[in-house]
């Protein structure tokens, strides 16, 4: 098993920065790609980010040129940097993690998930 904690959120002005942070732990060895999703109330789970151990990445372009996600395989632990935050980025960020160096975006293809960490971004 694999399990996934996630750190970093927090409430933030609109225009701030975040850092989100995801350490992994357990059967390691078997998590290749790794991403970052959100969910807004009513709103369905969305792919931000993801990030092969090879470094490939891809970004949803709601975030793409304001978010740089990347990661440290020595210390299993992946990283979204979030910049120009806006109040639609608002909602809970789950790290996700799956045994396949291909990036996906549906969520169903990642096996392993974290709790998720709330980002509000507001005034």
């Known amino acids: 098993q694999v399990q996934l904690v996630e750190s970093g959120g927090g409430l933030v002005q609109p225009g701030g920065s975040l850092r989100l942070s995801c350490a992994a732990s357990?059967?390691?060895?078997?998590?290749?790609?790794m991403g970052w999703y959100r969910q807004a109330p009513g709103k369905e789970r969305e792919l931000v980010a993801a990030?092969?151990?090879?470094?490939?990445?891809i970004y949803a372009d709601s975030v793409k040129g304001r978010s740089t996600i990347s990661r440290d395989n020595a210390k299993n632990t992946v990283y979204l940097q979030m910049n120009s935050l806006k109040p639609e980025d608002t909602a809970v960020y789950y790290c996700?993690?799956?045994?396949?160096?291909?990036?996906?975006?549906?969520?169903?293809?990642?096996?392993?998930w974290g709790q998720g960490t709330q980002v509000t971004v507001s005034s």
């Open positions: 996700a993690a799956r045994p396949y160096a291909v990036i996906t975006i549906a969520p169903t293809a990642y096996d392993y």
């Open positions: 357990g059967s390691i060895f078997s998590i290749n790609a």
């Open positions: 990030i092969t151990s090879g470094g490939r990445t």
